[in-house]
């Protein structure tokens, strides 16, 4: 891991939920690890709204000037956002808002993004009609990049469909996260995979002789309930 990871991808790939998960994971291994949420152009599933979880597992949580009143979502990012970007001891990862639009908040801080220090990983949901196909995908990467100056070093497969996410289709997401992969010259770094699955997603990784299948166990934190309950429940 470098020590800033920028996290970008389309809407609803789930560029949120790995992202608090990878601040959480990073936790466990450094000392001082922050989440930048640059997400000021989706009002909905921001790693801000998980403030109390990541503060409970030891990382902090840097959002917009405002915070969670009325003038939340103007685009305001405040100047705090920069400490763990200037100071070396922070491992950052920045949950970057979704599409080429999203990702140009990035070019407020290009001078932290510029050196050896920082990744840029797109989260591919295959699932998602803007990234199902591999052109498709391509398109939205070459945009982000366009956008922003800076180059995509890797793939995550976060391909799913809530909770009736199916091995298959995880599967289905590593073939054109592999197949992206070698047309950009860049590693498709994980397979995300919520860990009730982990068992059956490692049997059939070995059942297929799938060795380059990294498996990335994630919670689902960003998850709302009201989202499982069932249709007149």
């Given at each position: 891991m470098k020590r800033i990871t920028l996290i970008v991808?389309?809407?609803?790939s789930g560029k949120t939920e790995f992202s608090v998960n990878l601040a959480i994971d990073?936790?466990?291994?450094?000392?001082?690890?922050a989440?930048?949420?640059?997400d000021i152009a989706n009002p909905y599933f921001r790693s801000r709204e998980r403030k109390r979880v990541?503060?409970?597992?030891?990382?902090?949580?840097?959002?917009n000037s405002y915070g969670h009143d009325i003038t939340e979502d103007l685009p305001a990012i405040s100047a705090t956002i920069k400490a763990p970007l200037e100071n070396r001891s922070y491992m950052t990862v920045a949950d970057v808002g979704g599409n080429d639009s999203g990702a140009r908040i990035l070019n407020q801080f290009e001078k932290y993004f510029k050196g050896n220090d920082c990744d840029m990983f797109c989260v591919i949901n295959a699932n998602r009609p803007e990234t199902s196909t591999v052109e498709s995908a391509k398109r939205h990467i070459r945009m982000i990049e366009e956008e922003t100056g800076l180059?995509?070093?890797?793939?995550?497969?976060?391909?799913?469909?809530?909770?009736?996410?199916?091995?298959?289709?995880?599967?289905?997401?590593?073939?054109?996260?592999?197949?992206?992969s070698q047309i950009l010259d860049v590693p498709l770094v994980w397979n995300v995979c919520v860990k009730e699955m982990v068992l059956e997603l490692g049997e059939e990784k070995d059942r297929r002789g799938l060795d380059?299948?990294?498996?990335?166990?994630?919670?689902?934190?960003?998850?709302?309930?009201?989202?499982?309950?069932?249709?007149?429940?």
């Open positions: 991808g389309h809407y609803g990073l936790r466990k291994k450094y000392r001082k690890v989440i930048l949420d640059l990541l503060e409970e597992n030891g990382v902090d949580i840097h959002f180059r995509v070093t890797g793939l995550i497969n976060n391909t799913h469909l809530l909770r009736e996410t199916e091995v298959s289709d995880i599967l289905d997401g590593y073939r054109l996260c592999k197949t992206l380059d299948l990294i498996i990335y166990p994630i919670e689902l934190y960003m998850r709302p309930e009201w989202l499982d309950a069932k249709v007149g429940s």
